[in-house]
């Protein structure tokens, strides 16, 4: 698996994914019915952040990832990143290649601190995954994410150092 920077021309192949994980409504806080353009402009994103495909040896996109400062001024050393795997690919470590490729390029990048603002509790993959690399819950919002079949359930914040 090779990790690289995302393209415009990785598009399509990512919105084959990212639309079925984002209209599903499980496990982002962003709106279900988000088009096309409004998803490429919030995944893609400019310098001085990042996204990037993980490909296999002919090109597939496996998943994607992007990374970015998560709060500005006294607490820029503060990074974030958000991942998504398409499901057709799950179970072959994607998500955790990603995940170890964001940490590593917030380290590269000055970064001190990684944190995730919206990790929906049911979403034990994610959660499992990431506590194996070492995030702690901080905190969870009660009945903060509105899942479509479990209602109301808690958003860890979730954070490590780098």
Not at 49 to 70: E, F, I, P, S
Not at 92 to 104: F, K, S
Request: aromatic share 12%.
């Amino acid at each position: 698996m090779l990790i690289r920077e995302a393209t415009t021309a990785d598009w399509p192949a990512i919105w084959s994914f990212f639309r079925e994980i984002v209209s599903a409504g499980e496990t982002f806080t962003y709106p279900v019915d988000l088009s096309q353009e409004e998803g490429r402009d919030w995944w893609l994103l400019p310098p001085p952040n990042r996204t990037v495909v993980a490909v296999d040896d002919v090109g597939t996109v496996l998943g994607t990832a992007k990374m970015n400062n998560n709060h500005l001024g006294n607490s820029a050393h503060i990074a974030s990143a958000s991942y998504m795997v398409d499901p057709a690919h799950a179970g072959r470590g994607v998500g955790r290649a990603l995940c170890e490729y964001t940490m590593e390029w917030a380290r590269a990048e000055g970064y001190r601190i990684m944190q995730f603002n919206a990790v929906v509790d049911t979403n034990t993959y994610a959660v499992k995954l990431y506590q194996s690399l070492g995030f702690e819950v901080l905190g969870t919002i009660p009945e903060g994410f509105r899942h479509p079949a479990h209602g109301y359930v808690g958003l860890h914040i979730m954070c490590r150092a780098l």
